[in-house]
């Protein structure tokens, strides 16, 4: 399984403001993904970021609002953008894991988490 | 679409009882992967296993047991002998192919309370 971390951990953010979540792997992964978790809830999947191509978003969330940038095989950022207090939640990234060769598992392996609170 | 129902919401035991995470699915796709996560209180997301759709062996490792049935749309998984580091959230998800890619849909979740 890959090292995932996630940077920051956790912020405190003013409303209108923007905040950019770091996600790093030890190990060139091709997909990586970004969830939200509100409090006591499952994951919702934001959108997907694979290197070399736009990333592609869920119904209800749009790149204005959460641009993301992949731009090597090891690191992706998530921004949530013009922040409200409805954004507060706890943002993950994860990746596929693979075996030694190319052969596709569809494990995902997730960061810590970035505990987001808008104020 | 796909869906995966976890209807227990959540589950409370004394430590040492036996469990049982009820996860039962619905796809249109004959190749789908299982999975099941667990969520300790820490909130970092564990990996606990895979199961692919053409594999119905039971599988087992340690106190814990997953028992994958096609015929009921199921994936449930059993804790043996409970400990109370085993409290926390417990996800199922199931593939659902997107193009070229695909996604997991996630199960609400299981709420597991293993008492001392």
């Known amino acids: 399984s890959a090292v995932i971390s996630q940077k920051p951990s956790r912020d405190i953010c003013q409303r209108g403001t923007s905040l950019t979540i770091q996600c790093q792997v030890d190990s060139q992964v091709t997909m990586m993904f970004w969830y939200r978790q509100q409090p006591g809830q499952s994951l919702t999947l934001i959108a997907t970021a694979n290197q070399g191509s736009e990333a592609t978003y869920e119904s209800g969330f749009v790149i204005d609002k959460f641009p993301i940038s992949r731009p090597n095989l090891t690191f992706s950022t998530l921004t949530v953008s013009n922040m409200s207090p409805e954004d507060s939640s706890i943002y993950l990234c994860?990746?596929?894991?693979?075996?030694?060769?190319?052969?596709?598992?569809?494990?995902?392996?997730f960061g810590p988490g970035t505990r987001l609170t808008v104020t | 679409a796909q869906k995966v129902t976890q209807a227990q919401t959540e589950i409370s035991v004394v430590e040492k009882e036996d469990v049982t995470l009820d996860c039962v699915y619905e796809?249109?796709?004959?190749?789908?992967?299982l999975f099941w996560y667990k969520q300790p209180p820490s909130g970092e997301l564990v990996f606990l296993i895979r199961r692919n759709s053409f594999d119905e062996q039971n599988e087992i490792s340690g106190r814990y047991s997953w028992n994958f049935q096609k015929s009921t749309s199921s994936f449930n998984f059993t804790i043996t002998a409970s400990q109370v580091v085993d409290s926390a959230v417990y996800f199922c998800?199931?593939?659902?192919?997107?193009?070229?890619?695909?996604?997991?849909?996630w199960g609400a979740g299981t709420k597991l309370i293993i008492k001392p």
């Open positions: 796809t249109r796709d004959t190749t789908y992967y």
């Open positions: 998800a199931l593939t659902q192919w997107m193009d070229s890619n695909y996604q997991l849909i």
């Open positions: 994860s990746v596929e894991g693979r075996t030694g060769g190319s052969h596709r598992t569809y494990e995902q392996y």
